[in-house]
């Protein structure tokens, strides 16, 4: 059995194939008796598995062997699903470690590498889009908006959501309904601090059906206003200049077409590496922009330009 175990993990079958293959249903509960009519859920059982891989190889259990490759990111895409799903509930890290079906020491690191953001940032940044999502098509007070999305204090909201957003719920609720973006705090550069330029070409997969928004953020998840933008017509050359000197990322975002009528559009983004910028010099950087996939969190940094747009669709 130990062997045939062994060559289910090697071919990367995950752990609810395992069990199932073995038929397992609560294996080691009980007695170590199964009970008549029940299948074996991987989620809550996992526990299990590592007992009978213990038993059976002898080998440490799914830290080392199992959880590699394809296992590892189902389970990361299964805690995404259960952050998506239920962000207004008080998730904790072993809530998702368990719903991933991976121990909460490799789930944070892989969780981190898969993503880019920790588990606590990515669900922040669900419940910050799903609270924008009800500032532009709801009439629900701010307060009202906070507890929906999970926030048990108003003011802790509020700083984040401000923090994240780069606008507060009030001033965002106003954006939303089409006044203009205000200008006010928005960064400048200080005129005593060296500066560059980044300029670059900007393609689109699928096509845009917007201007293109290009900003410099501090972080490559933004957060909050960019640093300097510029609007541009469409995918093609682009220049920013100037830019303060230091370590910045690019971003590139704009609608995208719609693919049919349950489909509208969606967001298109490109972000670049990390860039050095360095004094009276020009930096060159070529962008992709696409539809985020399942592993980003959600864009929340409003958008100068096309803001409105993205409310819209």
């Known amino acids: 059995m130990a062997t045939q175990c062994r060559r289910l993990v090697t071919q990367r079958q995950d752990c609810g194939t395992i069990l199932a293959r073995y038929g397992f249903f609560f294996p080691f509960r009980n007695g170590g008796a199964r009970l008549p009519g029940t299948v074996a859920n991987p989620a809550s059982h996992n526990s ?6 213990q038993r059976t190889t002898g ?10 490759g394809a296992t590892v990111k189902d389970g990361i895409r299964r805690a995404i699903d259960a952050i998506r799903d239920r962000y207004e509930e008080p998730l904790s890290l072993d809530d998702l470690a368990r719903s991933a079906m991976i121990s909460k020491f490799h789930f944070l690191r892989t969780f981190r590498r898969v993503t880019g953001v920790t588990p606590g940032r990515f669900l922040s940044a669900v419940r910050i889009n799903e609270a924008k999502h009800l500032l532009s098509t709801t009439t629900l007070s701010v307060a009202e908006i906070s507890v929906q999305v999970g926030y048990g204090s108003l003011g802790t909201f509020t700083r984040r959501f401000t923090e994240c957003v780069g606008l507060s719920p009030t001033a965002y609720r106003r954006v939303a309904q089409g006044e203009p973006l205000p200008e006010d705090g928005e960064p400048r550069t200080p005129r005593d601090r060296p500066t560059g330029s980044l300029s670059g070409t900007i393609r689109a997969v699928p096509r845009a059906d917007s201007p293109v928004l290009v900003g410099v953020f501090d972080s490559p998840v933004p957060r909050g206003r960019p640093v300097i933008s510029e609007l541009v017509d469409e995918p093609g050359p682009w220049l920013l200049d100037p ?7 690019v971003l590139a975002a704009a609608i995208g077409p719609a693919t049919s009528d349950r489909h509208p559009p969606s967001l298109l983004v490109g972000m670049s590496d990390e860039l050095r910028v360095c004094a009276g010099r ?10 985020p996939d399942w592993r980003y969190p959600p864009l929340l940094s409003v958008l100068p330009g096309i803001e409105r747009l993205r409310v819209t669709v």
């Open 243 to 249: 830019v303060p000197v230091g370590r910045w990322y």
């Open 48 to 53: 299990d598995l590592c007992a009978f891989w």
């Open 282 to 291: 020009q930096l060159r950087v070529e962008l992709t922009m696409r539809s």
């Open 59 to 68: 080998d440490s259990p799914l830290g080392d062997r199992l959880l590699r």
